[in-house]
C-alpha cells in the first residue's frame, strides 16, 4: 500500500549513498599510485642509474689506488702540487673568503634551497602525501649518514676519511683531506635534486608538472648533466684554490657523491614501485563489506 512507497524511496536514497560511498573510495584507491591515459600504474624510471654509480665508485678507487698504491703511477702528484701552488700565489684574504668560503658553498647552498622547497611541497601535497614524504624522508636520511652534511662529515665520509688520514695542503681544518667533504656534499645534494628528488616528485605529485612554483625546477631538471658537471667544478675550485684540499680530494669526492646518489636512485625507485598491499586490501575489503550491504538491502526491499 501507500505505506511501502516511502520506505522504497529511502531504500533507494540510501542504496545510491551506498553506491557513491563506493564509488568515492574506489577511485581514492586508485590513486594511489600514478596513472597513465589508459588507467594502467606508471612505474617511475630512475633517470640516475647504476652504470654512473658503478662509474663514480671506479672513479674514487682509481684515485685511491693512485695515491696509496706503492706501485701506483701516481699521476695526480704533480696535478696536487700544482693545484696548492695555485692556492698559495692567491692574496690570503681571496683564498679564505672568496675561494674557500663563498665559490666553496655556493652549490651546497643552492642545492639545499632546492631541498628545501621540494621538502614543503611533499609535506603539503594534494596527491600520494605518504609516497612524496617517503621519497624526502629517504633522501634526508642519505643527506645526514651518507654525503650530505658539510659542517659535521656524515658517517661515510668520517669514516672514508679516517681510514686513508691524509692531511691537507694547509692547516685550514684539523679534519683529513681525503676525499672531500664540500665536493661530495655539493655532488649528492645537486646529483639528487635533479636526477632524483625532482623528477620522483613530478611521478606522484601531477599538480608539481603545472604549477608555476616548480617552473624552474623542471627547467633545471632538464638540463641536470650541465649543472651538475657546473656545481662539481666551482665546489672543487674552490676547495682547491682556497687551499683547503688536494686536487686528487675533489676528483675522488666527485666520484663518491655520484655513487651515494645512485644508491639513493636505486632506494626510491624500490620505493615508488613497490605495491601498497594494505591500503589495497582496505579498498577490496570495503568494497566487498558494500556489496554485501546493498545486497541486503535489495533483498528487503524486495
Not at 682509481?62 to 692574496?91: I, K, T, W
Not at 665559490?103 to 634551497?113: E, F, P, Q, V, Y
Not at 659542517?151 to 668520517?158: F, R, T, W
Not at 672531500?180 to 635533479?194: D, N
Request: proline share 5%.
Amino acid at each position: 500500500g501507500s505505506g511501502g512507497r516511502p520506505s522504497t524511496s529511502a531504500a533507494a536514497a540510501e542504496d545510491g549513498g551506498m553506491r557513491g560511498l563506493a564509488t568515492f573510495q574506489g577511485s581514492t584507491c586508485e590513486q594511489s599510485q600514478p596513472q597513465g591515459s589508459d588507467g594502467a600504474p606508471v612505474s617511475w624510471a630512475p633517470q640516475l642509474g647504476i652504470a654512473p654509480g658503478v662509474l663514480g665508485a671506479v672513479v674514487f678507487c682509481a684515485v685511491a689506488g693512485d695515491l696509496y698504491c706503492p706501485h701506483s703511477l701516481h699521476m695526480f702528484e704533480r696535478v696536487d702540487a700544482a693545484g696548492h701552488a695555485a692556492a698559495q700565489n692567491l692574496d690570503a684574504d681571496v683564498r679564505r673568503y672568496v675561494w674557500g668560503g663563498i665559490i666553496s658553498d655556493l652549490a651546497i647552498t643552492a642545492g639545499l634551497l632546492g631541498w628545501a622547497f621540494v621538502t614543503a611541497t611533499a609535506a603539503v601535497g594534494k596527491s600520494n602525501g605518504e609516497r612524496a614524504v617517503g621519497v624526502m624522508g629517504l633522501g634526508w636520511m642519505f643527506y645526514w649518514l651518507g654525503a650530505g652534511r658539510v659542517k659535521h662529515d656524515p658517517l661515510v665520509i668520517a669514516t672514508v676519511k679516517d681510514h686513508f688520514a691524509r692531511s691537507r695542503p694547509s692547516a685550514v681544518h684539523s679534519t683529513y683531506s681525503f676525499p672531500s667533504g664540500h665536493t661530495t656534499s655539493a655532488t649528492f645534494i645537486v646529483a639528487s635534486l635533479l636526477f632524483v628528488l625532482i623528477p620522483a616528485m613530478l611521478h606522484v605529485m601531477p599538480e608539481a608538472r603545472t604549477d608555476a612554483r616548480w617552473g624552474p625546477l623542471r627547467m633545471a631538471a632538464r638540463f641536470a648533466w650541465p649543472l651538475l658537471g657546473a656545481c662539481i667544478a666551482s665546489t672543487a675550485a674552490g676547495r682547491v684554490l682556497g687551499d683547503a684540499h688536494w686536487v686528487s680530494d675533489t676528483v675522488a669526492a666527485a666520484g663518491l657523491g655520484i655513487a651515494v646518489t645512485s644508491c639513493l636512485s636505486a632506494t626510491t625507485e624500490r620505493l615508488l614501485n613497490a605495491p601498497i598491499p594494505t591500503s589495497v586490501d582496505g579498498c577490496i575489503a570495503s568494497s566487498e563489506g558494500e556489496k554485501s550491504v546493498l545486497q541486503q538491502k535489495d533483498s528487503k526491499s524486495t
